[in-house]
Nanobody, 124 residues
Framework: QVDMVESGGGLVQAGGSLRLSCAAS????????MGWFRQAPGKEREFVAA????????YYADSLKGRFAISRDNAKNTVYLQMNSLRPEDTAVYYC?????????????????WGQGTQVTVSS
């Protein structure tokens, strides 16, 4: 079991920045990659970014490249999502996820463990 706790969400004006954190605990040695997903009201949960735990390879949704950046601190078992130039359409609940199985980093069904989510609201 891997437990994850997100933090850092909140209300920000358009054009502003936020940094989300996700602290993992438990069987973190089994984790292959961690990712961020988001879900807006009435929409499907969508992939935002992912990072492999050992090599640090990163993956992004095409529409978010250049504005969002994922990073990790292995010593702290923590993954971060830096979000810049935020837009109202970025408003969503952001979820941290971890996976220990093989497969695509982009597919939410490949992730075994999920955090409780943190709300990000961008005002216009």
């Amino acid at each position: 079991q891997v437990d994850m706790v997100e933090s850092g969400g909140g209300l920000v004006q358009a054009g502003g920045s936020l940094r989300l954190s996700c602290a993992a605990s438990g069987r973190t040695f089994s984790v292959y990659a961690m990712g961020w997903f988001r879900q807006a009201p009435g929409k499907e949960r969508e992939f935002v970014a992912a990072i492999t735990w050992s090599g640090g390879s990163t993956y992004y949704a095409d529409s978010l490249k250049g504005r969002f950046a994922i990073s990790r601190d292995n010593a702290k078992n923590t993954v971060y999502l830096q979000m810049n130039s935020l837009r109202p359409e970025d408003t969503a609940v952001y979820y941290c996820a971890a996976r220990s199985r093989s497969g695509s980093n982009y597919n939410r069904y490949n992730y075994d463990y999920w955090g409780q989510g943190t709300q990000v609201t961008v005002s216009s």
